[in-house]
């Protein structure tokens, strides 16, 4: 699945056929409610179990769990592919909102995600309330709406008792997400499985933005490249690639 930002290759720039007076526009609710048709395109290309089956990543998540070690899976992603792959919705916050759910934009009735499906990828429109007539949408946080209640009801409580922070294929750009890396106790050990690196994981100097205090080899770990192919290699390391694959 494409991520949102590579030039060329990422969901915005494949937009560009609508228009649109900005790449965020697709997530923008008074847009929405105005030209819906992006974000239907959008929507049908994305929704969970259709045309994208949860990586080998998504396996792993639910492999710590599984080994009982996962206290939280925070994920940005909208597709639901982690909880395809096995990891509990009681673990999972999806801060950005999932498919599961559905809800109008003006009267906030509730509706069920698989009607809200059949409408957008086999009708390729977005529905309308039976109440109000106004746009419904699945329940995705777009710009402007608060991120869901799990999400800063859990946050602080597990940045405490977190022994070891994971962060996988993220550019760590939008905020308030970006910044639970830096919400980690100053003794946990933070990994970063991406291609570049992002946030607080950037060196200047060689000292961590985040630790001023020390170099960031102390407790920084940056493993560069694909996702899958990395932990791929780190469950081989760990002698856990038999358990991965039966998942």
Known sequence: LADFRTPGSGLYDNLQKYHLPFPEAVFDLNFYKSNPAPFVHLASELWPGIKHSPTTTHSFIALLE???????????????????????????????????????????HAYDGDECERIIVEDKRAPSCKKCGGHVKPDIVFF?????????????????????????????????????PDMARRDCPRVLFNRE???????????????????????????????????????????????????
């Open 66 to 108: 599984k080994k009982g070690i996962l206290l939280r899976n925070y994920t940005q992603n909208i597709d639901g592919l982690d909880i395809l792959a096995g990891v509990s919705e009681e673990k999972t916050i999806e801060c950005h909102g999932n498919f599961r759910t559905a809800s109008c934009v003006s009267c906030k």
């Open 144 to 180: 402007g709406e608060g991120l869901p209640a799990k999400f800063h009801k859990s946050l602080k409580r597990d940045m405490q008792n977190a022994d070891l922070l994971i962060v996988m294929g993220t550019s760590l750009m939008v905020s308030p997400v970006n910044m639970i």
């Open 197 to 247: 690196l992002a946030g607080s994981f950037l060196k200047r100097n060689g000292i961590n933005t985040r630790r001023k205090s020390y170099d960031t080899s102390e407790k920084d770990i940056f493993q560069e490249g694909d996702c899958d192919e990395s932990i791929r290699m780190l469950c081989k390391l760990l002698d856990w690639e038999e358990e991965l694959d039966n998942l």
